[in-house]
């Protein structure tokens, strides 16, 4: 909720009638509305309405954000255990390289 500002309730007098204004908006998803009408409490019950509507695609969108940061996380892991896998595969074959050689020079011995 911290990314969503509410201005002043404001009244605009006109030559015919009262408007009342308010001025709403969410940082976070870079939207900004003017509400108005003739009456205060119109007013005020849409900008609760708009509220609830920036605060679930907000969810949303956060929502998006965790479970595609979840799956680079999980892409990361997956290559670090591959790259992880690869070289202890080429020390094993390193070592085994060396116990071939020493069995070699083992079975030349007269």
């Known amino acids: 909720m911290s990314q969503i ?4 309730m404001e009244s605009i007098r ?3 009638s009262t408007k009342c ?12 509305r003017v ?6 409490s119109d007013v005020a019950q849409k900008v609760r309405m ?7 695609l907000w969810d949303a969108r956060t929502e998006e954000d965790a479970a595609r940061q979840a799956r680079q996380d999980a892409k ?3 290559e670090f255990r591959k790259e992880e896998a690869a070289d202890r595969t080429a020390e094993a074959k390193a070592a085994l390289e060396e116990l071939d050689a020493v069995l070699e ?4 011995l007269p």
Not at 21 to 32: A, E, I, N, P, T
Not at 35 to 40: F, G, K, L, M
Not at 105 to 108: D, E, G, I, V
């Open 35 to 40: 509400i108005t009408s003739p009456y205060e």
């Open 14 to 16: 006109g030559p015919r």
């Open 76 to 78: 990361e892991a997956v």
């Open 50 to 56: 708009q509220i609830a509507v920036w605060v679930e």
């Open 5 to 8: 500002s509410v201005g002043p």
């Open 105 to 108: 020079n083992r079975n030349a």
């Open 21 to 32: 204004r308010q001025q709403v908006s969410h940082s976070g998803l870079h939207k900004h």
